[in-house]
């Protein structure tokens, strides 16, 4: 049974830094493309960041140059460095892994993509 357990969330202010943590079991993150999404009550799901096999990342533009992905395969951990917060970045935090070890479409910013997925971390930050 696979299991992904989101923490590191928290509250912070603005201009302030978190980091995200995503652990594995029964699933080895290497093996497939992982990606951390976040949500709003009441709005979609958004892409934020993915990572692939070969370790290419991708972030949605609100993010670019602030948040950065990244894993451990000896932890089969992922991460994400949150930087530079500001009040539009809080949300439900996502962690989640595809069921194989590529993406549809370039970016692997699709939902549709992942069906694993952790309970979610939040990440509140205030102005």
């Known amino acids: 049974q696979v299991q992904l357990v989101e923490s590191g969330g928290g509250l912070v202010q603005a201009g302030g830094s978190l980091r995200l943590s995503c652990a594995a079991s029964g699933r080895t993150f290497s093996s497939s493309p992982t990606a951390w999404f976040r949500q709003v009550p009441g709005k979609e799901r958004d892409f934020v960041a993915a990572?692939?096999?070969?370790?290419?990342?991708y972030y949605a533009d609100s993010v670019k140059g602030r948040f950065a992905i990244s894993r451990d395969n000896a932890k089969n951990t992922v991460y994400m460095q949150l930087n530079s917060l500001k009040p539009e970045d809080t949300a439900i935090y996502y962690c989640?892994?595809?069921?194989?070890?590529?993406?549809?479409?370039?970016?692997?910013?699709?939902?549709?993509?992942?069906?694993?997925w952790g309970q979610g971390t939040q990440v509140t930050v205030s102005s």
């Open positions: 989640a892994a595809a069921p194989i070890h590529f993406c549809s479409t370039v970016g692997c910013y699709r939902v549709i993509e992942y069906n694993y």
């Open positions: 990572i692939t096999v070969s370790g290419s990342t």
